[in-house]
Antibody, heavy 118, light 107 residues
Framework: EVQLVQSGAEVKKPGESLKISCKGSGYSFTSYWIGWVRQMPGKGLEWMGI????????RYSPSFQGQVTISADKSISTAYLQWSSLKASDTAMYYC???????????WGQGTLVTVSS | EIVLTQSPATLSLSPGERATLSCRAS??????LAWYQQKPGQAPRLLIYDASNRATGIPARFSGSGSGTDFTLTISSLEPEDFAVYYC?????????FGGGTKVEIK
């Protein structure tokens, strides 16, 4: 069974750093892209970027380029999304999803809620 | 960047009725269009990909159609569990965008 399990909710202060994770199982982790999607409170879905764990090829949406870093450790089948300096506007639910055929996100993690507040 | 516009924003219907959701792209996306369902407190779920292919386990009452710039998701007869928000999604090269969503609510 394909599963993506994300790390737990985080509460941080503005300016702090953060790295959240997404662990895949039940499939060949290095053979599929992993994408990250943001959902701000009460809002829609925003695609942030993707990584191919097989060779760490990474692509970012222009809206998120330079704002976050996507990485992966294929030895433990885990992808990451990290911030070096959080802002209140980063408060959102973040989902990882397995991505195939260029855009189809067929399996999703349960989401990680990030709250940034002073 | 290709913009996807979904309409209507909200659709108020009763169980058993037919739902027709629209997604329009600012330029052609060929058939690279997917639909997702999201219920409150849950992650999105893939319903349709490549405009008209149902994902694994998706009931036959869900169907997708269209190509180029105009796409439709149809739910032939609404079940209670179908009341949710629906998003369309496209890819242009490797850049993906989502539409703003259509909420299907109980009338």
């Amino acid at each position: 069974e394909v599963q993506l399990v994300q790390s737990g909710a985080e509460v941080k202060k503005p300016g702090e750093s953060l790295k959240i994770s997404c662990k895949g199982s039940g499939y060949s982790f290095t053979s599929y892209w992993i994408g990250w999607v943001r959902q701000m409170p009460g809002k829609g879905l925003e695609w942030m970027g993707i990584i191919y764990p097989g060779d760490s090829d990474t692509r970012y949406s222009p809206s998120f380029q330079g704002q976050v870093t996507i990485s992966a450790d294929k030895s433990i089948s885990t992808a990451y999304l990290q911030w070096s300096s959080l802002k209140a506007s980063d408060t959102a639910m973040y989902y990882c999803a397995r991505q195939r055929d260029g855009y189809i996100q067929d399996y999703w993690g349960q989401g990680t809620l990030v709250t940034v507040s002073s | 960047e290709i913009v996807l516009t979904q309409s209507p924003a909200t659709l108020s219907l009763s169980p058993g009725e037919r739902a027709t959701l629209s997604c329009r792209a600012s330029q052609s996306v060929s058939s690279y269009l997917a639909w997702y369902q999201q219920k409150p407190g849950q992650a999105p779920r893939l319903l349709i990909y490549d405009a008209s292919n149902r994902a694994t386990g998706i009931p036959a009452r869900f169907s997708g159609s269209g190509s180029g710039t105009d796409f439709t998701l149809t739910i032939s007869s609404l079940e209670p569990e179908d009341f949710a928000v629906y998003y369309c999604q496209q890819r242009s090269n490797w850049l993906i965008t989502f539409g703003g969503g259509t909420k299907v609510e109980i009338k």
